[in-house]
């Protein structure tokens, strides 16, 4: 039997129809990477008088993931998709699948959990009900779009087979070149007035859910898991330019700013008019304007943004609308 190689580790994922029963998964990713560790928590107990622990016992048993990629508009919605809520894709433009996410404030959501299996012909292992509970989308002219994050999942299950003949997911990668970021000062406006010297853009949400453990011998891992306060932030790392500097202006008064991050492809996913694409929407409020910096020689600032509630956003109580359009008819 050959040696286990990392370099030959594919991952395959499945969407579940109820949380924590496993199914196929019969997707194979090709950008977006979920790597599965086992968690054992173990106890200790070392009785008085010893040098020594008389037991050690395990406690929680469940697995953490940890999600790396390159963006792409089709894979992208299993990470929204898990994070944000579960949505169902529309037809646009003939041929075209739109994914609107527009995470509610003030109300739980149902996400999507998914079965992955991590491995190759030699030795794998999958993990039931995964949890998605952070990502991080980074934009800038060396990489394009770069995808990362965090969740956890049920107990690590060892030496599985993978599942047969996975169905590859249409490619479809966001380059460097298909990226622009604007801010304007209404959600009218939005979209409109394009930051000409953006050389980093960060949008991050953390923490959206958590596991439950109640006390149950039937349960082998955690039973469920439930929405958190996630933390929302934003970065831009701007020229200190006049439109660099109009986001300490906006501090100063306490001004809600509208931001886009688009990614947009020359590549129609529709027929005529629908490309591939990855938008996102916001409303926020300027939280960090910190000292000026250098970027080749370039002045710049960092621009911290933190996305708020307003009225004027498209859908009331959301506070994003994220919108992905691509070939993907369902996860």
């Not at 107990?45 to 940890?66: E, H, L, N, Q, R």
């Not at 986001?247 to 590549?267: D, H, M, N, P, Y």
């Not at 926020?284 to 910096?293: L, T």
Request: net charge negative.
């Amino acid at each position: 039997m050959p040696e286990l190689s990392t370099v030959s580790r594919s991952v395959q994922i499945g969407k579940e129809t109820t949380p924590g029963t496993g199914v196929a998964a019969g997707k194979l990713l090709q950008y977006i990477g979920f790597k599965l560790d086992p968690n054992l928590e173990m106890n200790t107990f070392t009785p008085m008088g010893s040098k020594t622990p008389s037991a050690v016992t395990p406690g929680k048993d469940w697995s953490t993931i940890t999600i790396d990629g390159a963006g792409s508009y089709s894979e992208v919605v299993y990470v929204l998709s898990g994070l944000l809520k579960d949505v169902t894709a529309t037809t646009v433009d003939t041929t075209g699948k739109q994914w609107l996410y527009e995470p509610l404030n003030r109300s739980e959501e149902t996400h999507a959990r998914y079965t992955v299996e991590e491995g190759s012909s030699v030795r794998a292992g999958k993990a039931t009900y995964v949890v998605i509970t952070d990502a991080t989308f980074t934009y800038n002219r060396t990489d394009g779009l770069s995808i990362s994050g965090s969740g956890f999942a049920q107990n690590y299950q060892a030496n599985i087979t993978l599942t047969a003949t996975p169905t590859v997911i249409e490619e479809a990668i966001v380059l460097p070149t298909h990226l622009n970021i604007y801010s304007n000062d209404s959600f009218a406006s939005i979209g409109t007035t394009k930051l000409t010297r953006d050389f980093n853009a960060e949008f991050a949400i953390g923490g959206y859910s958590g596991p439950v453990w109640p006390i149950n011998s039937a349960s082998a891992s955690y039973a469920s898991d439930v929405d958190l306060a996630p933390t929302i932030s934003c970065k831009l790392r701007c020229s200190a330019d006049s439109q660099g500097e109009a986001f300490l202006t906006a501090a100063r008064a306490g001004a809600t700013k509208f931001i886009r991050l688009e990614a947009k492809s020359t590549v129609l996913a529709g027929s005529s008019t629908a490309f591939y694409s990855l938008t996102i929407d916001f409303a926020a409020k300027v939280n960090e304007y910190p000292g000026y910096d250098d970027e080749d020689g370039l002045k710049v600032v960092e621009v911290g943004l933190t996305p708020v509630y307003d009225s004027t956003f498209s859908a009331p109580g959301a506070f994003a609308r994220i919108t992905a359009v691509n070939k993907t008819a369902a996860l």
